[in-house]
């Protein structure tokens, strides 16, 4: 099976077809391949998904959770509000938590992930950094971003860089 096929089939006389994701890029193709050997049997594992903002991590974290049928944490629903990257740290990692100790992995996308999980404790057992070739992310955030970038590295620590244009 792939990326593009349907699964069709019946349950109690009801013929049903699962719908595939409707977006996904080609560059998706490559994260799934890496992905499967780690998430093979679906074991306790952090797959961080970091970037700019504007860069496609939701989209694609979307795409992972629905693809392996796994949890995603959109830290952003986690930041408080006017207060920059001041996120509910509690919350994020009881849900980290709750999943690693089933175990089942949890994707975890966001802006500046790899301070956050520091500030948790916590690390990637698998790091994604999503670049977008057309928006380097936004002014204002700018700043912040240089200096999280100089600090943690997130491109040049990754396990995988995908180069996304949209």
Known sequence: MHLGDAFSGSFS?????????????????????????ILQNLP???????????????????????????????????LFDG???????????H???IRLSKPRPVIVEGVGLLSLLSQLGRSADF?????????SGS?????DLRAYENLHQPETVANLVLELVH
């Open 13 to 37: 006389g009801v013929y049903f077809t699962l719908a595939t994701m409707p977006i996904r890029p080609l560059e998706y193709e490559q994260v799934v391949e890496a992905l499967t050997p």
């Open 44 to 78: 306790g594992k952090v797959v961080a998904i970091d970037g700019r903002d504007g860069s496609g991590k939701t989209t694609l974290g979307r795409f992972l959770a629905w693809y392996f049928n796994v949890s995603l944490i959109e830290t952003d629903l986690f």
């Open 83 to 93: 207060e920059g990257f001041s996120y509910r740290l509690e919350e994020i990692n």
């Open 95 to 97: 849900i980290i938590g």
């Open 127 to 135: 790091l994604i950094y999503a670049k977008n070739q057309k928006f």
């Open 139 to 143: 002014e204002a955030l700018s700043h």
